[in-house]
């Protein structure tokens, strides 16, 4: 299905471009036609996703990455897309609903309580929206069309950081069997083995202006204070926004209940212990 439709969707944008030079009529044929294969492949990603939803317990994120890549194969389109549906997922669509990752897949272990980011969510809002208003009425004055454009940028702009803070409450850090994950939202995470952490210090502020290592992953904005910093035997790849990745020896990072995560990695590191199933 996935590159047979790819393919056949491209050749009928080519025909589409074709016919608007040469066929009026068949323009519309042809519009009508698109229209159909598109909608066919968006409500069969969906039917995939709502499939996956019934049999597995993951959650949004790594359910709509499985749907994707099993239909249309790893590429930075996907990608892109991965990233969109997570922004309008978590915006819109996830205030009723009551994560149940923390009930069902281990530990969980909360990091935006007594973060700054719900207070960097609120002012950078309050700023875009300013800055639209103010922008659409100056460039409505000299371009109605750009000045559209400019506004639905800043909406969706709203919609990202809304997005961010949403799945920072539905994404915790997990400590699953022998693994832990280390997550920043939708923007990127981390799965260690537990046995291939080498040690785990109290982290230090960073200073105005320093530059992380590019073998860091910190897991955190730089207005809060990171708690903890695990170093490991062996690099392991961070996976961030927009199918970006890299190989990191050392994670940083914060929880609402430090203590208690550092005594949960403690303990499995020690005696192998498994940690139930609890519910932050």
């Known amino acids: 299905m996935n590159i047979k439709k790819i393919i056949l969707l491209l050749a009928l944008g080519l025909l589409l471009f074709l016919s608007r030079i040469y066929l009026s009529d068949l323009f519309w044929i042809v519009i009508a036609i698109e229209a159909c294969i598109v909608t066919y492949i968006i409500f069969s990603v969906i039917k995939s996703i709502i499939g996956f939803k019934n049999k597995s317990r993951e959650d949004f994120n790594i359910n709509i990455r499985k749907v994707l890549e099993q239909k249309f194969g790893k590429s930075f389109l996907i990608e892109f897309v991965i990233i969109e549906l997570n922004v309008f997922y978590y915006s819109l669509l996830v205030w009723f609903k009551k994560s149940r990752t923390a009930e069902q897949n281990g530990k969980a272990f909360t990091y935006h309580r007594s973060s ?6 609120i002012v950078f809002a ?6 639209g208003i103010l922008f659409h ?8 069309g750009i000045a559209w454009i400019f506004t639905i940028l800043n909406v969706y702009g709203l919609l990202y950081l809304v997005g961010f803070y ?13 693994k832990m994950i280390i997550r920043l939202g939708f923007q990127s995470n981390i799965t260690i083995d537990i046995a291939n952490i080498e040690q785990i210090n109290r982290a230090k502020e960073i200073e105005l202006g320093m530059k992380i290592p590019k073998t860091t992953y910190y897991s955190l904005l730089k207005l809060d204070t990171p708690h903890a910093e ?5 690099p392991v790849e961070m996976r961030g926004s927009y199918g970006m990745r890299k190989m ?9 209940d430090r203590d208690e995560l550092l005594k949960e990695i403690k303990l499995v590191m020690t005696s192998g212990y498994k940690p139930h199933a609890t519910q932050k």
């Open 248 to 256: 990191v020896d050392k994670v940083v990072f914060r929880a609402d």
């Open 116 to 121: 700054e980011m719900k207070t960097f969510i």
């Open 137 to 144: 009425y100056l460039l409505q004055k000299w371009n109605e």
């Open 230 to 234: 695990i170093t490991l035997k062996e």
């Open 166 to 178: 949403n799945s920072a409450k539905h994404l915790p850090h997990m400590i699953t069997q022998e």
């Open 126 to 131: 309050i700023l875009i929206t300013g800055e």
